[in-house]
């Protein structure tokens, strides 16, 4: 016989439910008000339809134009931190000790950079590359490298992207060690008696294992690196020229700069819709060749 369900606890969640729902609701029934809106100042309001997305979604426009290279920057500069910082950060969980004092110590210090606020490593960054007082900066200069970030675009997305590997890749380091950790021994037991190899270890037993972590290793860093905005703000202002505007630095600089409150809400919908588009396919691309790999290896 089942045992009857006591609903009776939702009623002690339901007031943080509606909180919740409240505080998330009423800002984006305000950006969808303005969004369909234009001002001319003076708090004054004119209808404009659909006329913000129709000048945002046209390439040939001037929002249009500087809303889609926005995009693409989001996009290149995503893929290169998640096959960066992915492959990276499954390799140190992998070389990171299992027992002993040593497993407290290293995961202090891989925990060290997450600590650090994002204004904070935007700032340590800026005085760390600068070329004449920057460690970084002044030695790559001292050996005849180029290099200035203020001034050139390789220099800085560079920058920019080993500032974000170094402060990011423990999260994903962390997630797939607690993965590996969720290994019982018998796995292991079991593939040294078939005198399975190293790889054939990592391929069979661990990667399978850590499919779960890596997935939400890759959500976590895919929509944060999306929605990038403190760092790179810090650390170039969106320079040099544009090179560095991601969607976030130029929805900011829409709205508080230009004060384009119906453009800068119409662009803030569209990025959330792209955000929330690109995570869907992450996860069901992800879940789907997770389901997939066991049915392969019973098969085989």
Not at 51 to 62: A, K, N, R, V
Not at 144 to 154: F, R
Not at 216 to 225: E, G, H, K, N, Y
């Amino acid at each position: 016989m089942d045992k009857p369900v006591n609903n009776r606890a939702w009623w002690l969640v339901a007031p943080v439910f509606a909180i919740v729902a409240f505080s998330a609701i009423l800002p984006i029934m305000t950006v969808v008000n303005y969004s369909v809106q234009d001002t001319f100042g003076n708090n004054q309001f004119f209808w404009n339809g659909l006329g913000w997305f129709q000048e945002l979604l046209d390439p040939s426009t001037e929002l249009g134009g500087r809303f889609f290279d926005a995009l693409w920057r989001n996009l290149l500069f995503s893929a290169i931190i998640l096959a960066i910082e992915v492959p990276l950060g499954i390799l140190v969980a992998l070389s990171m000790p299992r027992e002993g004092w040593r497993v407290a110590a290293t995961l202090v210090i891989m925990a060290l950079p997450l600590l650090i606020p994002w204004n904070v490593v935007g700032t340590i960054w800026q005085v760390f590359a600068r070329a004449d007082i920057g460690l970084l900066g002044y030695g790559l200069n001292a050996l005849g490298i180029d290099y200035n970030y203020t001034g050139d675009t390789l220099s800085a997305w560079i920058t920019i992207v080993v500032m974000d590997v170094w402060h990011w890749t423990s999260l994903v380091a962390l997630l797939c060690y607690a993965g590996l950790k969720s290994i019982p021994d018998a796995y292991y037991q079991a593939a040294r008696i078939d005198g399975a190899s190293r790889w054939a270890v990592f391929t069979t037993i661990q990667l399978p294992k850590m499919k779960r972590v890596l997935l939400i290793a890759v959500l976590l860093r895919f929509m944060d690196s999306f929605m990038i905005y403190t760092e790179p703000f810090v650390l170039t202002g969106g320079g040099p020229g544009n090179a560095t505007t991601f969607l976030s630095i130029d929805l900011v600089k829409l709205a508080l700069g230009q004060f384009d409150l119906g453009k800068a809400a119409a662009m803030s919908l569209v990025y959330n819709l792209i955000v929330l588009a690109l995570c869907w396919v992450f996860y069901t691309v992800m879940t789907h060749a997770g389901s997939e790999r066991p049915d392969q290896g019973s098969a085989a």
